[in-house]
Nanobody, 116 residues
Framework: QALLVESGGGLVQAGGSLRLSCAAS????????MGWYRRAPGKQRELVAT???????NYADSVKGRFTVSRDNAKNTVDLQMNSLKPEDTGVYYC??????????WGQGTQVTVSS
């Protein structure tokens, strides 16, 4: 079984910054894409940012220029640096890992709340 442990969520004022971290351990054969998704109150889970093993990144339009995703392949970690946070960034953020066979693994989620 794979285990993804997230950290770094919390409460911040609009315009502030937070950094989320996710560490993967356990039985993950070979990691392909790593990334972050979020679920805002009353909405479906949506992609925030992903990064491939070759460091190709993909961002939701709403976070481009404000968020930066990065990974450490040796440590099986993925981070999300979030700057210029807005109230609409509020939600539960989930770490995601997809292996080379297409299997997805999810973290338990970490709450991010941005006050206006």
């Amino acid at each position: 079984q794979a285990l993804l442990v997230e950290s770094g969520g919390g409460l911040v004022q609009a315009g502030g910054s937070l950094r989320l971290s996710c560490a993967a351990s356990g039985s993950i054969f070979s990691i392909s894409t790593m990334g972050w998704y979020r679920r805002a109150p009353g909405k479906q889970r949506e992609l925030v940012a992903t990064i491939t093993g070759h460091s190709y990144t993909n961002y939701a339009d709403s976070v481009k220029g404000r968020f930066t995703v990065s990974r450490d392949n040796a440590k099986n970690t993925v981070d999300l640096q979030m700057n210029s946070l807005k109230p609409e960034d509020t939600g539960v953020y989930y770490c995601n890992i997809m292996d080379v066979f297409g299997s997805n693994y999810w973290g338990q989620g970490t709450q991010v709340t941005v006050s206006s």
